[in-house]
Nanobody, 114 residues
Framework: QVQLVESGGGLVQPGGSLKLSCAAS????????MAWYRQAPGKQRELVAS???????KYSDSVKGRFTISRDNAKNTVALQMNSLKSEDTAVYYC????????WGQGTQVTVSS
């Protein structure tokens, strides 16, 4: 059974930082590309950052320079370090695994507010 479990969300003030983590099980993690998406209320789900099995990373323009995606193949985890958070970063953040199949996590809420 494949599981992607996100953690690390919460409430943070503007300018603050959070680190999200996604733990994967049931897949050969090292061969999967991994990504973080987010969905704000009333908006479509959007790609935030991705990392290939070869550690090539991509970021949306809205988070470039503030967010960092990384993976640990030994622990089957992918992380998203989020710095200089803004109110517009408020959303549910989802982990996605892309390989022979596509899998999604259940999401974790990030709220940026004073």
């Amino acid at each position: 059974q494949v599981q992607l479990v996100e953690s690390g969300g919460g409430l943070v003030q503007p300018g603050g930082s959070l680190k999200l983590s996604c733990a994967a099980s049931g897949i050969m993690f090292r061969i999967y590309a991994m990504a973080w998406y987010r969905q704000a209320p009333g908006k479509q789900r959007e790609l935030v950052a991705s990392i290939t099995s070869g550690d090539t990373t991509k970021y949306s323009d809205s988070v470039k320079g503030r967010f960092t995606i990384s993976r640990d193949n030994a622990k089957n985890t992918v992380a998203l370090q989020m710095n200089s958070l803004k109110s517009e970063d408020t959303a549910v953040y989802y982990c996605k695994a892309v390989g022979n199949s596509i899998y999604w996590g259940q999401g974790t809420q990030v709220t940026v507010s004073s």
